[in-house]
């Protein structure tokens, strides 16, 4: 057996774990194999967050989740400028709305403070309304989080990924992983797309972490239960109307629903918070979003009428404990990162980090920052640049060069929802009514499953 034949490390999904770690252990220098059965990263759980960058204000003190979430929290920011990655500095508000909630800003303060974010801060009705004047007169006083902003969910870790295949990083993509055996020193990995081998294997399978585990080690060290999130986008228009992240007093259940505009000039509200046993399957539902429009427009009138843009649904990889589920096995070379919720996004980086502790190795290579294109409407577009060529998607103002440089970039999407992460096409008012089929015609041949032409 040649030892070009056998990576250092495989990595059991591509969501934001899973890219980031990628990045982690091909930057120490190792030879990894990133392993995805969808037909494009971040095509899972992942896909579907709310995009803020945590603090960690509010996270259980002395947890591994704030250690990486503060953690990949400081790394973000220092690498960002490099990659072109945007921040949308807005600070977030965990409002109160009745005596009760204001009563806990109090203990919500000094645990922000126990967590070392020293600069949150409760602030009265007349601070409050100064900030956020379009709020409901119910508001009556907030816990202010000011370093809390607003990210691009996906180009980071397209970043990522990139920089980690420049360092020689292979990334299998449409490949299921069925099961695998450890001899003692190599595990023999059994795919849709044939064997491979590895000494170590890195579980960041998400909703099926826990299946991957039962596959390889014939048990499993926690249960997925999948938790529907769903989320109402609200037109462009209505963004001038919100400043900061609105958030409620959280339960011991969760963080409640959250009022934010994005990075691609919309406002947000979700997630719900719905049990399933469906681990593939996130449907939208008509009470559930006239629900979240209801209490988007208590929270924020001015919201009144505002057209909908889009709805959409994800599926947390909850399990039947709150707290990260890291597996260390080092007999079988083992590593899972499990039951990484709605704060992944936010500790990738760190939980990366942290994993390549628990596997012994440290960096030893200079990243590489590839260059992304900005999504960001807060800062200047191409389209705003000559010799575009032309606008496809009218609604976003993606152009045509920038569909050409993600189909012929050095890790192209393989079907529509990765294009649209990576140009924003498809994602505005008419959700590519009008720009599909040329979009189609553009990328005839270049997708797994190719775009109907109406």
């Known amino acids: 057996m040649a030892d070009n034949d056998i990576y250092d490390v495989a990595i059991i999904g591509a ?21 995805e059965k969808g037909a494009d990263i971040l095509s899972g759980a992942s896909k579907a967050n709310s995009a803020i960058l945590h603090t960690g204000f509010d996270a259980p003190a002395g947890s591994l989740e ?48 126990a967590n070392g974010v020293a600069d949150a801060h409760r602030i009265g009705r007349p601070d409050l309304r100064a900030l956020e004047p379009n ?32 360092l020689g990083a292979r990334i299998e993509r449409s490949t299921e992983v069925s099961g695998g055996e450890f001899d003692g020193q ?26 991957i585990e039962k596959a390889f080690l014939g048990d499993a060290s926690f249960t997925i239960k999948p938790r529907k999130g769903q989320f109402v986008v609200f037109d462009k228009a209505a963004a001038q109307f919100l400043n900061s992240i609105i958030l409620p007093v959280p339960s011991e259940r969760t963080k409640g629903l959250v009022l934010t505009r994005t990075i691609f000039g ?22 559930e979003l006239e629900m979240l429009i209801a209490k988007a427009v208590e929270i924020l009138p001015a919201l009144d009428g505002m057209p909908v843009t889009a709805t959409y649904a994800g599926l947390r990889p909850a399990t039947e404990e709150k707290h990260y589920r890291i597996r260390y096995d ?5 590593l899972t990162a499990g039951g990484i919720r709605s704060t992944g996004m936010t500790s990738a980086l760190g939980l990366a980090q942290h994993l390549l502790r628990l596997y012994g190795g440290e960096v030893t290579t200079q990243p590489a920052a590839p260059t992304m294109p900005n999504l960001a409407e807060h800062a200047p577009r191409d389209w705003q640049k000559a010799g575009y060529g032309e606008i496809v998607c009218h609604c976003e103002m993606v152009t045509r060069r920038e569909i050409d440089a993600a189909l012929d970039g050095p890790f192209p999407p ?41």
């Not at 969501?15 to 392993?35: D, N, S, W």
């Not at 406002?267 to 539902?285: C, W």
């Open 15 to 35: 969501g934001v774990v899973g890219c980031a770690t990628a990045r982690r252990f091909a930057l120490a220098g190792l030879k990894v194999l990133l392993i």
């Open 66 to 113: 704030l250690e990486c979430m503060q953690a990949g929290y400081d790394e973000y920011l220092a690498i960002r400028e490099a990659r072109n990655l945007p921040l949308l500095e807005t600070g977030s508000l965990v409002v109160a709305w009745t005596e009760a909630d204001e009563a806990r800003l109090e203990l919500l303060e000094a645990q922000a403070h």
């Open 135 to 166: 709020l409901a007169d119910a508001a009556q006083a907030a816990l202010r989080v000011p370093r809390e902003h607003i990210i691009d969910p996906w180009s980071p870790f397209l970043s990522y990924v990139i920089e980690a295949q420049s």
């Open 186 to 211: 190599f595990w023999r990995i059994e795919t849709g797309r044939g064997q491979f081998l590895a000494r170590w294997v890195v579980n960041a399978a998400g909703l099926f972490g826990d299946t």
């Open 266 to 287: 919309n406002l947000l509200v979700g997630p719900t918070a719905e049990e399933q046993q469906d681990r593939t399957r996130a449907a939208v539902s008509t009470p």
């Open 330 to 334: 080092p007999d079988r070379h083992w």
């Open 414 to 454: 393989r079907d529509f929802g990765g294009l649209k992460r990576r140009t924003r096409c498809g994602m505005g008012r008419c959700q590519g009514f009008y720009c599909m089929g040329h979009l189609a015609e553009l990328t005839q041949g270049r997708l797994d499953e190719p775009l109907a032409v109406s």
